[in-house]
């Protein structure tokens, strides 16, 4: 009898992590140093006269964004992808013998997807610079009936992710999935 081979899985997800359970473990409010950061940025692009958003990582070292801002916003980043990791770990761990985590990427540090001009820029900046979502990339052996066809252990492990992560995420995307040979 031959035993069915261990089916190594792909994964990428963008996670959002409620508020309450970042400020548990950090006295800053992620929402506040959002605002703050869009508000300097959106600044210094108004009196640079400049068509884009840079990134946060621009503003790194410069007199433009205050220290102890873009300090807070690095460490609630850095308890982001911490915390993520741990859930991931925990919530997955019945489905995957072995999780890997490949990339994690703090949606802080993207360059961001709203210009000066548009309407709601500054409601955006403040979104997109709230340090409480990232997109984590992992893979991982599967723990599950590698007698399925591909189709239909995709379609069942989305399904037991979703539920897993539904109520500890503040919201949970699954960006791609695909089994590895």
Known sequence: MNTPAARRI?????????????????????????????????????EQKLGY????????????VDADLYNTAESIAWLLE???????????????????????????????????QQNNAIHSLST???????????????NADADKNDDTLIQDLVIEINELLDKHFARHDINGIKLID
Do not use: W
Not at 53 to 62: M, N, S, W
Not at 103 to 113: A, D, E, G, R
Not at 129 to 137: A, C, E, I
């Open 53 to 64: 958003y840079p990134a946060l990582d621009y503003f790194q070292g410069k007199d433009i």
């Open 10 to 46: 792909a994964l990428s997800i963008d996670l959002k992590l409620s508020h309450a359970v970042i400020e548990q473990h950090i006295a800053a409010s992620p929402y506040v140093v959002g605002v703050e950061l869009a508000r300097q940025i959106d600044q210094y692009v108004r």
């Open 82 to 116: 911490n915390l993520a990791q741990q859930s991931l770990r925990e919530r997955l761990r019945s489905l995957f013998i072995d999780l890997q985590f490949d990339s994690s990427h703090v949606h802080i540090y993207v360059l961001p997807h709203v210009r000066p």
């Open 128 to 142: 997109h610079f709230t340090p409480d979502h990232l997109r984590v990339s992992l893979s991982g052996v599967l």
